[in-house]
């Protein structure tokens, strides 16, 4: 790589860099996940729908999956929580049918619980297992798991070959760019852990974990990590539309994009992706979405969870001036998710064919799902 200017996605810079005869990408074409002596899981697209606590539950994931995105994987979980959980603290992780291929996101640091949560993880029916080493929470990362793996290499080799050698799912790792300003590290840790652990996938979000979300992610070391690794390599960071999404995928040659927060509240964003097809939604096509989301979530985690868990939705389902400000705090004010229904509804009596449509040809998870108990993170960040 000759040249060594910034990869930066937040503004219009990048597209500069793409020059005359940029590397042809299609962001539709399958590929394949899966090392020797793991399976094979083929993904049907170029567009992940990235781990996010608090947000990719099982609601969010299969709604994404609708808009195209052709991988989901669920908000992080803890591996001693796993082990160590009993009656008051399990939650249940769901897999819906329609869900695959889906990987389950863990983090931890102990081998021996990381060997023991990859069988039950692959036993609740994941496709495949990813391992967090980027979540700069210090909740998580006062533990040793998280980002501050990035900090002891040999610490997550170790973790990372757990995960592999319990069971035949690939495994694969989602990395930060390292824990300071500036860090290369990710790109000696990523090649560790594709050659010595046996990963079949790398992710990277190029920010340092001091960086949290501010400044950019600096794809430039997205490109210099595919450059060092035989494995696909997912990019997450600032992909936001499908510009982005091509122009990553060209200037780095990585195997697929992630789509994070450009996703919440807005699954046209991964349709956007998928299909090129950027058209902003009527105000009456949110509300049906949202109506149905909140559904959804409410027979996910019943209605005492769902109220807290969904007052963050509101806002990003109904952004725009066809909303206001006021719109969206009246929303807060409700006690429970059926009377936030019942306003949305009287207020938008437009949204009801589109929401009829959606329960006429979208099945809700059954008992034919899966349903696994797993306690479920309630840390956020990565
Ligand atoms: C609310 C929130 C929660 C997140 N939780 C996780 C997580 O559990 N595991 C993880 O690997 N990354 C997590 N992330 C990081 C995202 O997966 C993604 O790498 C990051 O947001 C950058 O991508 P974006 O610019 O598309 O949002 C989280 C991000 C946000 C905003």
Same mark, same amino acid.
């Given at each position: 790589?000759?040249?060594?200017?910034?990869?930066?996605?937040?503004?219009?810079?990048?597209?500069?860099?793409?020059?005359?005869?940029?590397?042809?990408?299609?962001?539709?074409?399958?590929?394949?996940?899966?090392? +020797? *002596?793991?399976?094979?899981?083929?993904?049907? *697209?170029?567009?992940?729908?990235?781990?996010?606590?608090?947000?990719?539950?099982?609601?969010?994931?299969?709604?994404?999956?609708?808009?195209?995105?052709?991988?989901?994987?669920?908000?992080?979980?803890?591996?001693?929580?796993?082990?160590?959980?009993?009656?008051?603290?399990?939650?249940?992780?769901?897999?819906?049918?329609?869900?695959?291929?889906?990987?389950?996101?863990?983090?931890?640091?102990?081998?021996?619980?990381?060997?023991?949560?990859?069988?039950? #993880?692959?036993?609740?029916?994941?496709?495949?297992?990813?391992?967090?080493?980027?979540?700069?929470?210090?909740?998580?990362?006062?533990?040793?798991?998280?980002?501050?793996? $990035?900090?002891?290499?040999?610490?997550?080799?170790?973790?990372?070959?757990?995960?592999?050698?319990?069971?035949? $799912?690939?495994?694969?790792?989602?990395?930060?760019?390292?824990?300071?300003?500036?860090?290369?590290?990710?790109?000696?840790?990523?090649?560790?852990?594709?050659?010595?652990?046996?990963?079949?996938?790398?992710?990277?979000?190029?920010?340092?974990?001091?960086?949290?979300?501010?400044?950019?992610?600096?794809?430039?070391?997205?490109? %210099?990590?595919?450059?060092?690794?035989?494995? +696909? #390599?997912?990019?997450?960071?600032?992909?936001?539309?499908?510009?982005?999404? /091509?122009?990553?995928?060209?200037?780095? *040659?990585?195997?697929?994009?992630? @789509?994070?927060?450009?996703?919440?509240?807005?699954?046209?964003?991964?349709?956007?992706?998928?299909?090129?097809?950027?058209?902003?939604?009527?105000? %009456?096509?949110? #509300?049906?979405?949202?109506?149905?989301? #909140?559904?959804?979530?409410?027979?996910?985690?019943?209605?005492?969870?769902?109220?807290?868990?969904?007052?963050?939705?509101?806002?990003?389902?109904?952004? *725009?001036?066809?909303?206001?400000?006021?719109?969206?705090?009246?929303?807060?004010?409700?006690?429970?998710?059926? /009377?936030? /229904?019942?306003?949305? $509804?009287?207020?938008? =009596?437009?949204?009801? =064919?589109? $929401?009829?449509?959606?329960?006429?040809?979208?099945?809700? =998870?059954?008992?034919?799902?899966?349903? @696994?108990?797993?306690?479920?993170?309630?840390?956020?960040?990565?």
């Amino acid at each position: 790589m000759t040249d060594d200017r910034p990869i930066d996605l937040t503004g219009t810079g990048f597209l500069e860099l793409l020059g005359d005869d940029p590397r042809p990408v299609d962001l539709t074409a399958p590929f394949a996940i899966g090392r +020797p *002596g793991t399976r094979a899981v083929t993904i049907e *697209g170029r567009v992940a729908l990235a781990p996010m606590a608090g947000v990719s539950v099982q609601a969010f994931r299969r709604q994404g999956r609708r808009f195209g995105a052709s991988v989901v994987f669920t908000e992080m979980v803890s591996i001693s929580g796993l082990h160590y959980a009993n009656e008051r603290t399990r939650d249940y992780l769901r897999i819906a049918t329609d869900e695959h291929p889906i990987a389950v996101q863990l983090f931890g640091t102990d081998p021996v619980l990381m060997h023991d949560a990859a069988q039950q #993880v692959a036993e609740a029916g994941a496709d495949m297992i990813d391992i967090n080493m980027g979540c700069p929470v210090k909740k998580v990362s006062k533990t040793g798991a998280g980002c501050k793996l $990035l900090d002891d290499p040999d610490a997550a080799v170790a973790v990372a070959k757990a995960c592999v050698d319990a069971t035949d $799912l690939p495994v694969t790792i989602k990395i930060r760019r390292g824990m300071r300003n500036g860090s290369r590290d990710c790109l000696e840790l990523g090649p560790r852990l594709v050659e010595e652990a046996g990963v079949s996938a790398l992710t990277l979000h190029p920010r340092s974990a001091a960086q949290m979300y501010t400044g950019f992610a600096d794809h430039r070391l997205t490109a %210099e990590l595919v450059e060092l690794v035989d494995v +696909p #390599v997912f990019a997450s960071g600032d992909v936001t539309d499908r510009v982005r999404a /091509e122009a990553v995928m060209a200037l780095t *040659g990585c195997a697929a994009v992630m @789509i994070g927060r450009a996703a919440q509240g807005n699954p046209w964003a991964v349709r956007d992706l998928t299909t090129g097809l950027a058209v902003e939604p009527e105000p %009456e096509e949110r #509300v049906a979405e949202l109506v149905r989301f #909140v559904r959804e979530v409410v027979r996910e985690m019943g209605d005492h969870r769902a109220t807290g868990f969904l007052r963050k939705f509101y806002g990003w389902y109904l952004r *725009g001036e066809a909303f206001g400000k006021s719109a969206r705090r009246e929303l807060m004010a409700f006690e429970t998710p059926g /009377e936030v /229904e019942a306003h949305l $509804l009287d207020r938008w =009596p437009g949204a009801l =064919p589109r $929401l009829a449509d959606l329960e006429a040809t979208v099945r809700y =998870p059954d008992d034919t799902d899966r349903v @696994i108990e797993l306690p479920v993170s309630a840390y956020g960040g990565g």
